[in-house]
């Protein structure tokens, strides 16, 4: 659904463009059709600014997470970082049965 959205506002966009379109065309001839046209083309084009909008923000909320997510992760790294430690530093005895 999340790759849906977008591509769903996009093309509510056109149609509605396309509406206005023949609202334009049909404004002298026949009044009613292009009353029809002209409503149902602000209709779609609002519908399609909405799910836009509401993408970005969707969007834009995740990049915030994920870079604090980031920032935190590099943060921990960081401590890792400065610990420095060689072959001397490190003691390890193993304890096993005496055969």
Known sequence: MKKLRPIIGISLLVQSATFFVLCLLN?????????????????GGI??????ISEFKKRKKL????????????????????????????????EGKDE
């Open 27 to 43: 404004l002298e001839k026949k009044k009613n059709l292009a009353k029809a046209f002209g409503f149902f083309g602000a209709l």
């Open 63 to 94: 990049k915030a997470a994920e870079d604090a997510y980031l920032d935190e992760y590099d943060e921990f790294i960081s401590d890792f970082e400065d610990f420095d430690a060689d072959e001397d530093d490190i003691l390890c005895t193993f």
């Open 47 to 52: 519908a399609g600014v909405a799910l836009l």
